[in-house]
């Protein structure tokens, strides 16, 4: 009886302090990744203006969103379906599963100093 009674507050005591370690891992992590916030002053008008850095390059402009209804109902959904905006019509989105579609032809040519020159400053 006494030794069923130690083995639950050992697995208790092992438990509580896997949840400590849990905790603290939880709670120390995110400070240890975070990083200062930036700031640009501007000595002139004694301010502080927060940087702000992008973290995605996907930009899709509120004007050229479709708008569409939202309703409720127990009928047949109409068949009618919102127009895809002329900019989305030709892009051709690669994917794992359609990269192999996409395989640009490789291979080098050699360039002359003088095709070098045009070339880069043609960019």
Same mark, same amino acid.
Request: glycine share 6%.
């Given at each position: 009886?006494?030794? =069923?009674?130690?083995?639950?507050? $050992?697995?208790t005591?092992? !438990? !509580?302090?896997?949840?400590?370690? +849990?905790f603290?891992?939880?709670?120390? $992590?995110?400070?240890?990744? @975070?990083?200062?916030?930036?700031?640009k002053?501007?000595?002139?008008?004694?301010?502080?203006?927060?940087?702000? $850095?992008?973290? @995605?390059?996907?930009? !899709?402009?509120?004007?050229?969103?479709?708008?569409?209804?939202?309703?409720?109902?127990?009928?047949? /959904?109409?068949?009618?379906? /919102?127009?895809?905006?002329d900019y989305?019509k030709? !892009?051709?989105? +690669?994917? =794992?599963?359609?990269r192999?579609?996409?395989?640009?032809?490789?291979?080098?040519?050699?360039?002359t100093?003088?095709?070098?020159? /045009?070339?880069?400053?043609?960019?």
């Open positions: 009886m006494g030794s =069923s009674s130690r083995t639950r507050l $050992v697995d005591t092992v !438990i !509580i302090m896997m949840l400590n370690r +849990i603290l891992f939880c709670v120390l $992590v995110p400070l240890t990744m @975070s990083g200062p916030t930036l700031y002053l501007d000595e002139e008008k004694n301010t502080a203006e927060r940087v702000m $850095v992008p973290v @995605s390059s996907t930009v !899709i402009p509120l004007s050229d969103l479709p708008e569409l209804q939202v309703g409720f109902g127990f009928g047949v /959904a109409d068949k009618d379906k /919102a127009k895809k905006p989305l030709d !892009i051709k989105l +690669i994917t =794992s599963k359609n192999h579609r996409f395989v640009a032809p490789g291979g080098v040519k050699k360039l100093k003088e095709e070098f020159e /045009a070339f880069r400053n043609q960019v």
